[in-house]
């Protein structure tokens, strides 16, 4: 099966259909899984984003909404269905999903939601609601298969029979003593396989990982990729199991966070959404870009202060310009890959001096290569060996710098607990504007204008 792409062929079938009556559309619409509905939503109006939805059986409009990207607006779609209506999916929906799309609503429409919500299911959702969204609690599912550790065979798989008829899946058994505290993990395969008179508690395995409620999103990430884990308990600060996160949360946790790193490495706010408004872009983007200008001012007052080499050496002005470039780019290269390591682990003292190291000895070599490349066309281009041995000095040096800063500044801010993909790009991209028009105007002032 190929992944879905929108195209104008799927969204003028669904125009279309939406001309005709709920019959034609119903058959239209049954064409089309969830999570490509959902896609489809994203160029509807509003008021046919809500007829599909009421035409659509309750499991199916429960998945369409979770799939709905935030911006694109899954709550304000919920809040004007139906009261009776919206009951139906908000009960189809897991509760971790539940709480995502309600906690997006002010503080009147979730109680009118809740209270239409049979108390287990309201229960479940307003302690969910409770954990700040970016920690495990806040992804976590609280719909989870656990059996007592006292249990026998028999009646731990009549448990977990029960217990799965009102899930769709589940990857691991917790097991977990009489006052709900895990005492470990068990899959359904070792309890199908064990012997008929085996207990869960020569069963279980009591050297698994979990996490803490509070634990950041991208550290959950980080334990289930490492460990290759397809779900993870989540507990309180005395064992109690609370629920679950699992891999497919996880997944749309690394693309916002990759997605979140990108902007803020490229000078755009988070807050940003990637297919809002030009209002939106404009607020988000003007402040990084006022910033910006006022480091092209320092690095302009360079020039300034080396007006007369300018005046007596106009070749150095179209030069520098390039050392400049290769600088920035370089350095933006040693900011991602850095940046990369930072999210992916936490780098000791030993890893980060390597880190700074690595990139110095590629800034040297990079640096020197093109240095070379520089002093060749000055060389024979402007018959200037010395201009040429001044722009080599110039590349090199410009290029370590970029490598130096690349790495070390966002390890300094990171160290300082400032995220080092927000502040990192302007700070770094002065660095190397200033050190590229330096360098050259400073070496071409000593060298060849004595």
């Known amino acids: 099966m190929q992944s879905f792409e929108l195209d104008k062929t799927d969204l003028l079938r669904i125009k279309t259909a939406l001309e005709a009556d709920d019959a034609e559309l119903e058959n239209v619409l049954k064409e089309y899984h969830a999570s490509e509905i959902a896609i489809l939503f994203e160029k509807l109006q509003q008021e046919e984003k809500e007829r599909i939805i009421n035409i659509l059986p309750a499991d199916v409009a429960s998945e369409v909404l979770s799939e709905m990207d935030e911006e694109h607006g899954p709550a304000e779609l919920l809040v004007n269905l139906d009261p009776e209506k919206r009951t139906e999916i908000v009960e189809e929906l897991d509760y971790d999903d539940a709480t995502d799309i309600i906690s997006q609503l002010d503080e009147e429409h979730q109680e009118e939601i809740l209270e239409d919500l049979d108390h287990e299911d309201a229960s479940s959702i307003r302690a969910l609601m409770t954990y700040a969204e970016d920690t495990a609690g806040g992804l976590m599912n609280s719909e989870i298969i656990k059996v007592n550790i006292n249990l026998d065979k028999k009646d731990a798989l009549d448990e977990i029979i029960r217990q799965s008829e009102e899930m769709e899946e589940f990857y691991t058994i917790c097991v977990v003593d009489n006052d709900d505290i895990l005492k470990g993990i068990l899959s359904i395969k070792t309890v199908i396989k064990a012997r008929a008179d085996a207990r869960i508690s020569d069963l279980v395995t009591t050297d698994f990982v979990y996490v803490k409620a509070e634990l950041d999103q991208e550290e959950v990430a980080r334990l289930i990729k490492q460990y290759n884990l397809t779900s993870i308990p989540v507990v309180d600060d005395h064992m109690k199991l609370l629920g679950r996160v699992t891999v497919d949360d996880i997944i749309d946790v690394m693309e916002e966070e990759n997605t979140e790193d990108i902007l803020k490495i490229s000078g755009v706010s988070e807050d940003e959404e990637l297919s809002g408004n030009w209002l939106e872009a404009v607020k988000s983007r003007l402040p990084w870009l006022v910033i910006n200008l006022g480091t092209a001012f ?13 005046a007596k050496l106009s070749i150095i002005s179209a030069y520098m310009t390039i050392i400049a470039g290769m600088g920035g780019n370089a350095a933006t290269q040693a900011l991602a890959v850095t940046v990369r390591r930072i999210s992916l682990s936490d780098l000791s003292d030993k890893q980060a001096y390597n880190t700074v190291l690595k ?11 093109n240095g070379l490349i520089v002093f060749i066309v000055a060389f024979f281009y402007d018959a200037n060996p010395l201009l040429g041995l001044v722009l080599f000095l110039a590349m090199t040096g410009n290029l370590i710098i970029a490598g130096l800063t690349g790495a070390s500044i966002p390890l300094i801010l990171k160290r300082v607990g400032i995220d080092p993909a927000v502040a990192s790009s302007i700070i770094i991209t002065t660095f190397t504007d200033c050190i590229g028009f330096l360098l050259p105007l400073w070496l071409a002032t000593k060298l060849l204008l004595k």
């Open 359 to 369: 990139e110095f000895l590629v800034g040297l070599i990079n640096g020197a290569a």
């Open 298 to 310: 320092l690095a302009a007052s360079i020039i300034r202060t080396f007006d007369s080499t300018v």
